[in-house]
């Protein structure tokens, strides 16, 4: 099986762009009412429109959340653009992001599940990648279980709704999503087929 690894240099300068700070998972809590609607009182949406966002880790969600803000204030010209998004970061704080990233990492993201169908090609894809197409393996940045890597900025796949990984590899792939390190996400979606999106979102699923 051929491994892929990011060059040190390039795993350094990702590492320096982590969000620290000093978020409070308790202020977090009593901040989260609005977000429950859509993403369940512990993080863990009841919807697979929503993602999971329990057990995230903690710099990746404040990021997402500085991002939503930015393009809500720039009309998507930079950061992340999310119409539903938009009015619930409109008025956060820094530190209120903070805080509710803290509260959502410190909870436990339920498991899901990976059809047997996709079991095969899923792992093959995710473990080797493709050489043949230039499809790096995901378990380089992700991790063989999928949980991401904190420091580095990669964010948890394991266990998430299969719809909105698919809808989230698409959007990197049209370029619609392009808030991603150096582009890496839209470089590697963009040699993705419509197959590839759905095995590999069904199977980090269930991925353990």
Do not use: W
């Amino acid at each position: 099986m051929k491994k892929f690894a990011l060059p040190l240099t390039l795993f350094l300068g990702l590492i320096s762009t982590a969000y620290a700070f000093d978020g409070d998972a308790e202020a977090g809590k009593a901040k989260s009412a609005t977000c429950a609607a859509c993403h369940g009182m512990d993080g863990n949406s009841p919807t697979d429109l929503y993602p999971k966002i329990a057990g995230q880790h903690a710099g990746y969600l404040f990021k997402q959340l500085k991002e939503f803000q930015l393009g809500a204030q720039t009309g998507g010209k930079e950061g992340r653009h999310n119409a539903l998004m938009a009015p619930m970061v409109a008025t956060l704080s820094e530190q209120d992001m903070k805080d509710l990233a803290a509260f959502y990492a410190s909870q436990k993201m339920k498991e899901g599940s990976t059809p047997e169908d996709v079991v095969a090609q899923g792992e093959k894809l995710f473990r080797a990648g493709d050489m043949e197409r230039g499809i790096a393996a995901c378990i380089a940045c992700h991790g063989p279980r999928g949980v991401g890597h904190s420091l580095a900025g990669f964010p948890k796949i394991s266990f998430q709704h299969a719809a909105y990984t698919k809808a989230q590899l698409e959007a990197f792939r049209s370029g619609a999503r392009a808030n991603d390190m150096n582009g890496m996400m839209r470089d590697i979606a963009k040699k993705l087929t419509d197959e590839d999106i759905e095995v590999l979102s069904k199977y980090v699923g269930g991925l353990h």
